[in-house]
């Protein structure tokens, strides 16, 4: 089994920061990307930020230059930094990672709970 654990929602300002981490834990040979969905109040999750295990990142338009995407691979964990923050931020963060369990597996798609994100204008 594969846990993805969330961390560092909150309630923020806008134009203020906030740092999300998300650690993948248990039998993992593999993890090829790291991604982060934010999901609003009643809209679909939707992808904005993503990392390959070779560290290349892509970025939505609307958080480009505003989020940075970074990863530990030793650590299987994913963070996203959030600066100038905007009302329109305001989602449950969710961590995605494609992971295999052994050499030469299927990749598998794993989510985490979610994370808060609150920011008031």
């Known amino acids: 089994q594969v846990q993805l654990a969330e961390s560092g929602g909150g309630l923020v300002q806008a134009g203020g920061s906030l740092r999300l981490s998300c650690a993948a834990s248990?039998?993992?040979?593999?993890?090829?990307?790291m991604s982060w969905y934010p999901q609003g109040l009643g809209v679909q999750r939707e992808l904005v930020a993503s990392?390959?295990?070779?560290?290349?990142?892509n970025y939505l338009d609307s958080v480009s230059g505003r989020f940075t995407i970074s990863r530990d691979s030793a650590k299987n964990t994913v963070y996203l930094q959030m600066n100038s923050l905007k009302a329109e931020d305001t989602a449950i963060y969710y961590c995605?990672?494609?992971?295999?369990?052994?050499?030469?597996?299927?990749?598998?798609?794993?989510w985490g709970q979610g994370t808060q994100v609150t920011v008031s204008s």
């Open positions: 995605n990672a494609v992971l295999a369990y052994k050499f030469g597996g299927s990749w598998y798609n794993w």
């Open positions: 990392i390959t295990s070779s560290g290349t990142s």
């Open positions: 248990g039998n993992i040979f593999n993890n090829k990307t």
